[in-house]
């Protein structure tokens, strides 16, 4: 299934939803989403990377992301659409849930 | 235990044995060693990615690296003596031992 991109008023609406409830926020780069997540070390942070990736494959949705030892730096974006969708908020919104930070 | 940097010739003699070993070659950047891994697919790509960690964690020496879909971009060094070391050579030799590539 193909997700629809938002629209850029549609985008800013659920970039302030998503923020609300962390204290880190997602930030707009072109059309990519991005955040760093900082964790207290390495095991913390591939653990959170472990959990996101068996949810991307499940959702067949990938990120892009680097890390080095307990930094996480994560970009959003749907390629079909070559923009931000519902698909990358959603995503986003798990990541936040389960960092626990 | 702090691990010895190595010297230029040693460690073009060490990155001549590692290469030869393998299709797709590591290369010095500065004080680094990198490679770049291309799988088949996320999920093999992250399967490396997990064996990885947990040799990292083990071993106390930990890569920065990135992934998008069945790519993964490597950079080894070591950061006590801001140069490469044994743990850098034998990390990459793990790499491309498990890497199946």
């Known amino acids: 299934m193909k997700s ?25 780069e072109g059309n990519t989403l991005k955040k760093r997540f900082a964790f207290k070390n ?5 653990g959170f990377m472990t959990r996101v990736a068996i949810k991307a494959e499940k959702e067949d949705h990938h990120p892009e ?4 030892y ?4 994560v970009t959003l974006t749907t390629f079909d ?10 995503m986003a919104a798990f990541m936040d849930r389960i960092s626990g930070l």
């Open 4 to 28: 629809n991109g938002l629209s850029q008023e549609e985008i800013s609406m659920r970039l302030e939803e998503l923020n609300d409830a962390c204290q880190v926020p997602w930030h707009l």
């Open 65 to 68: 992301w680097s890390n080095v």
């Open 42 to 46: 390495f095991n913390a942070a591939f």
């Open 81 to 90: 659409t070559e923009g931000i969708t519902e698909k990358d908020f959603a």
């Open 70 to 73: 307990g930094r996480v730096d």
